[in-house]
C-alpha cells in the first residue's frame, strides 16, 4: 500500500498523464468489448449442405434482388400512348380540301374539255401520294359528278372520317377502323362507281392518331419502380436452416450479411473505436474542468481508473460464463459497486455518467443469443441497477447505509427483472423467475460487500479522504474524540465552537465543510497531554504564574507537536493531521511574549512563534481564524453584535499582516465572506438573553 501511495505522489504532476491515462482506458475498453463486436462467421461452401441454423446477425438491403424486381416492374409496365386530337381535324381538312380542288378543277373547265385534260389538271393540284392512292377511273367519276352529288359525297366523307378519327387508331387496329369507314359511307345517296371514290378517298384519310409517349412511358415505369419495397434481409432472420442445401441465393445472402469466412471487415472495429472514444469523452471532459482542493487532479483521476478498470474487468470475467450458454448472468453482475465506489470518493453527477457508460458497455458483453451487437434488456438492467446504488446513497454517507443501499439495488434489481420478463412476454417457469430474484439479490448486495472491502484500500493507497471517511471520524465514540471529551473537556466544547464556525465559513466560500468540521475536532488534541496548562480546561490556580514565560511557551507551543504525533499514531487522514499542524501557522504567542519582555527587557521574537507551517489551504486557513476568535470572543466580558465583528475583523487584519496566508489560496473576498459568516454565528451563540423577573429577585435577595 505504501508503494502505491509513493507511485501516485511522484506521477501526480505528471503533465500529460489525464491523457495517458484515458488512452489506455480507452484501449482496456476496446479490448474488453473487442470480442463481443467480431463478427461470428462460417466456413461454408456453395453446393453443400450446412450444419447449423444461421440467422442474419443485421438489418441489410439486398440490393442486388432489390433492382432485380424493379426492372420486372419496369418491364411490366405497357407503353404508353397519347391520342392525338388534332390528327382529326387535319385528314377532315384534308378531306375537304380535295373536295374543294375538284370543285375549282370543275369551274375552271369548260365543258369541251376532255377527261384527260381535266384529270391532268387535277394531278398537278394534288400531291403524287395522294393522287395515285386512288384510280384514274375513280378520280373521272369524282370530276365527273354533279356539283350536288359531290357536295353530298364531301359531307358524308368528312363526317366520316371525323367520327372514326374522333377514336384512338392505333397501328394494329388501323385495318378495322379502314373498314369502318367503309362501312359509314355505305349507305350514301350517289351512284357506285362516286361512292367507291369516296370509300378509298375516306380510306386514305384514316390514319393511326395514337403515338409512343416516352416520357409518360417513363414515368410510369418509374413509379412502377419506385413502389417496389426494398428487398430486407432482417435481423434475427433464418437464412439458411440445418440441413439445407447452401444454393446461390443463400450463398450471396451469407455474403452479404458477412458470415463468410473469406469476407474480411474491419468495419466493425472502426465502429467500436469510434463508439469507445466517444463514449469516454464526457468523462475526460469532467476531468480536464475538475480542480480538488487538498489533492492534484491526477490523483483522483487515478482512483477513477482504477475503480472503472475493476468494475469493467469484473463484468468482462462473468460474461465468459456465457461461453457454458448462461446467457442471462448479466443479472449477477455487481455493477452498483462501480457506481457506490464513485458516488462516495466523487459526486453523484460522475456515478450517474459513469454508470451509463457501465450499462452501454454491459449490453454490449452480454449480447450472447441476442442478433445483434446490444442486449437492451442487460442494459436497462445494469442501467437501473447502478442508478439504485446512487441514488440512495445521496447524502447518507455511512458504511452502515452502504448495507442498505445494497439490499435497496436487490429490490430494484429484482423488480425491473420481473419487469423485463412481462414485456418480453417470456414464457419462463416459476424455477426460471426465482433462479433471476436469486441472482438480482446477489448482485446488489455482492455490491455493497465489494465496496466495503475496497473502499478502504483505495483512501488509504491514494490517500483520498472521503466523506464517508469523514462522517465515520466526526462519530463522538472516537476515541480521541472520547479522550479529548473525558480528559479536556474545555478543550472539547471549544473545539465543537471552531467546528461550527469553520463549517459555517468553508460553505460560504464553497470549500470542504465537512472537512473542516472534522478537522475542527481533532485540531487541539495534542492538548490532552497538559489540559491543565490551558485556560479553557483550568479550574483555580492557573499553572503559568508559577512558571517562566520561555518554559509556558513551550509547552503551549508542544500541543501541536503533540497532537500531530497523536493522529499520526492513530492513523488519521493527512488532511487532519496537515490542519492541526497548520492551524497556528507561525503566530506569535503574545501574551508570554510581552511577559518575558517585562521580566527580561530583550527577547527575540522568533524564540516565542510557532514553528508552522502557515495553513495550506482553505480549510486549514479558516479554522486558524475560528480557533482564535473563538477564544477571544469567549473572553469578553459583555458580547455584542459589535465588539464581536471589531474581534473577528481584528484577528483576519492581525493574520494579513502577519503574512499568516501567504501560502494558501484564499482570497480578500473570500476573507469578507468568512468573517460575515463567523460574525452571524458567533452573534447566534452570544446573543442577548431575557433576564426573568425570579432570576431578578433571587439576585435582590443574595445583594
Same mark, same amino acid.
Request: hydrophobic fraction near 40%; proline fraction near 3%; charge should be neutral.
Given at each position: ?47 453443400? #449442405? ?77 400531291? +403524287?401520294?395522294?393522287? /395515285? ?23 358524308? %366523307?368528312?363526317?366520316?372520317?371525323? %367520327? ?36 378509298? @378517298? ?14 409518360? /412511358? ?52 472502426? =465502429? ?24 492534484? *487532479? ?40 462501480? %457506481?457506490?465506489?464513485? *458516488? ?19 449490453? #454490449? ?20 441497477? =447502478? ?23 436487490? @429490490?430494484?434489481? /429484482? ?15 416459476? &424455477?426460471? #423467475? ?12 455482492? +455490491? ?15 490517500? #483520498? ?5 469523514? &462522517? ?12 479529548i471529551l473525558t480528559e479536556s473537556p474545555g478543550t472539547y466544547h471549544h473545539s465543537l465552537m471552531v467546528a461550527n464556525l469553520s463549517e459555517g465559513a468553508c460553505e460560504a466560500i464553497g470549500a470542504n465543510g465537512l472537512l473542516a468540521r472534522v478537522a475542527a475536532y481533532y485540531h487541539d488534541i495534542g492538548k490532552t497531554k497538559r489540559p491543565r496548562y490551558f485556560i479553557e480546561n483550568q479550574i483555580g490556580d492557573n499553572p503559568h504564574d508559577h512558571l517562566s514565560p520561555q518554559l509556558s511557551k513551550n509547552i503551549i507551543i508542544a500541543h501541536v507537536a503533540d497532537g500531530v504525533a497523536m493522529l499520526k ?17 507561525? %503566530? ?39 480557533? +482564535? ?19 473577528? *475583523?481584528?484577528?483576519?487584519?492581525? *493574520? ?24 452571524? /454565528? ?12 425570579? &432570576? ?8
Amino acid at each position: 500500500m505504501k508503494r502505491i501511495g509513493s507511485a501516485v505522489k511522484n506521477m501526480k504532476h505528471a503533465r500529460f498523464l489525464p491523457y495517458t491515462m484515458f488512452g489506455l482506458l480507452a484501449l482496456l475498453t476496446f479490448v474488453l468489448l473487442y470480442h463481443h463486436v467480431k463478427p461470428e462467421q462460417y466456413n461454408i461452401q456453395l453446393f453443400e #449442405i450446412s450444419k447449423e441454423t444461421i440467422r442474419s446477425p443485421i438489418t441489410i438491403e439486398d440490393e442486388e434482388k432489390t433492382e432485380k424486381m424493379r426492372r420486372e416492374a419496369a418491364d411490366r409496365v405497357a407503353d404508353v400512348y397519347t391520342l392525338k386530337k388534332e390528327y382529326a381535324e387535319n385528314r377532315v381538312d384534308l378531306i375537304s380540301s380535295i373536295f374543294n380542288t375538284i370543285s375549282e378543277v370543275q369551274e375552271e373547265t369548260e365543258t369541251s374539255t376532255t377527261h384527260l385534260e381535266k384529270l391532268q389538271k387535277l394531278k398537278e393540284k394534288l400531291p +403524287s401520294d395522294l393522287y /395515285t392512292h386512288l384510280s384514274e377511273t375513280q378520280w373521272n367519276s369524282l370530276l365527273t359528278a354533279e356539283p350536288s352529288n359531290l357536295q353530298l359525297a364531301k359531307e358524308a %366523307t368528312v363526317t366520316a372520317v371525323n %367520327t372514326i378519327m374522333s377514336e384512338r387508331i392505333t397501328s394494329k387496329d388501323l385495318d378495322y377502323a379502314k373498314m369502318r369507314v367503309g362501312n359509314e359511307l355505305k349507305y350514301v345517296i350517289v351512284n357506285n362507281k362516286l361512292k367507291d371514290a369516296v370509300v378509298q @378517298l375516306a380510306r386514305y384519310a384514316i390514319i393511326p392518331n395514337v403515338i409512343y409517349d416516352k416520357a409518360a /412511358t417513363e414515368e410510369k415505369r418509374r413509379q412502377a419502380m419506385d413502389e417496389v419495397k426494398p428487398v430486407k434481409i432482417l435481423q434475427g432472420q433464418i437464412i439458411v436452416e440445418e440441413g439445407q442445401f447452401i444454393t446461390n441465393e443463400i450463398y450471396k445472402q451469407l455474403k452479404l450479411v458477412g458470415l463468410l469466412e473469406s469476407e474480411k471487415t474491419i468495419q466493425p472495429f472502426i =465502429g467500436l473505436g469510434i463508439f469507445v472514444i466517444l463514449l469516454l469523452t464526457p468523462i475526460l471532459y469532467y476531468f480536464w474542468r475538475f480542480k480538488p482542493e487538498n489533492h492534484h *487532479r491526477n490523483v483522483y483521476l487515478f482512483v477513477y481508473v482504477t475503480i472503472f478498470t475493476i468494475t469493467l474487468i469484473m463484468m468482462k470475467l462473468i460474461s465468459l460464463l456465457q461461453e457454458i450458454d448462461l446467457t442471462d448472468v448479466a443479472y449477477v453482475v455487481p455493477v452498483a459497486v462501480g %457506481t457506490i465506489l464513485i *458516488r462516495i470518493l466523487f459526486n453523484e453527477q460522475l456515478a450517474v455518467v459513469t454508470n451509463i457508460v457501465y450499462a452501454i458497455c454491459g449490453s #454490449i458483453m452480454f449480447n450472447e443469443g441476442i442478433t445483434g451487437t446490444f442486449n437492451y434488456s442487460a442494459g436497462v438492467y445494469l442501467l437501473a441497477s =447502478g442508478l439504485a446504488g446512487a441514488v440512495f446513497l445521496n447524502k447518507q454517507l455511512q458504511k452502515a447505509k452502504v448495507l442498505q443501499a445494497g439490499l435497496f439495488v436487490s @429490490l430494484v434489481n /429484482t423488480v425491473m427483472i420481473i419487469a423485463i420478463v412481462f414485456m418480453n412476454n417470456g414464457h419462463y417457469s416459476l &424455477i426460471e #423467475i426465482g433462479i433471476f430474484v436469486m441472482m438480482a439479490i446477489i448482485s446488489g448486495i455482492f +455490491s455493497s460487500v465489494l465496496t466495503i472491502g475496497l473502499l478502504p484500500f483505495l483512501e488509504a493507497g491514494f490517500g #483520498i479522504l472521503s466523506s464517508m471517511k469523514l &462522517i465515520e471520524l466526526s462519530n463522538p465514540n472516537h476515541p480521541l474524540l472520547r479522550k479529548i471529551l473525558t480528559e479536556s473537556p474545555g478543550t472539547y466544547h471549544h473545539s465543537l465552537m471552531v467546528a461550527n464556525l469553520s463549517e459555517g465559513a468553508c460553505e460560504a466560500i464553497g470549500a470542504n465543510g465537512l472537512l473542516a468540521r472534522v478537522a475542527a475536532y481533532y485540531h487541539d488534541i495534542g492538548k490532552t497531554k497538559r489540559p491543565r496548562y490551558f485556560i479553557e480546561n483550568q479550574i483555580g490556580d492557573n499553572p503559568h504564574d508559577h512558571l517562566s514565560p520561555q518554559l509556558s511557551k513551550n509547552i503551549i507551543i508542544a500541543h501541536v507537536a503533540d497532537g500531530v504525533a497523536m493522529l499520526k499514531k492513530h492513523k488519521m487522514p493527512k488532511e487532519i493531521i496537515d490542519i492541526a499542524e497548520q492551524h497556528h501557522g507561525t %503566530t506569535l504567542l503574545k501574551y508570554f511574549y510581552h511577559k518575558a519582555k517585562q521580566q527580561s527587557g530583550y527577547v527575540s521574537e522568533e524564540e516565542f512563534r510557532y514553528p508552522g507551517p502557515k495553513p495550506q489551504t482553505k480549510e486549514a486557513a479558516i479554522i486558524s481564524i475560528a480557533d +482564535s476568535v473563538e477564544a477571544a470572543v469567549r473572553s469578553l466580558s459583555n458580547p455584542s453584535q459589535e465588539k464581536i465583528e471589531k474581534v473577528v *475583523r481584528g484577528i483576519i487584519a492581525d *493574520r494579513l499582516q502577519d503574512n499568516q496566508f501567504n501560502e494558501c489560496n484564499i482570497t480578500l473576498k473570500e476573507l469578507e465572506l468568512v468573517a460575515q459568516s463567523l460574525c452571524e /454565528t458567533l452573534n447566534g451563540v452570544f446573543h442577548s438573553r431575557i433576564e426573568y423577573p425570579e &432570576i431578578r429577585k433571587e439576585k435582590v435577595k443574595q445583594a
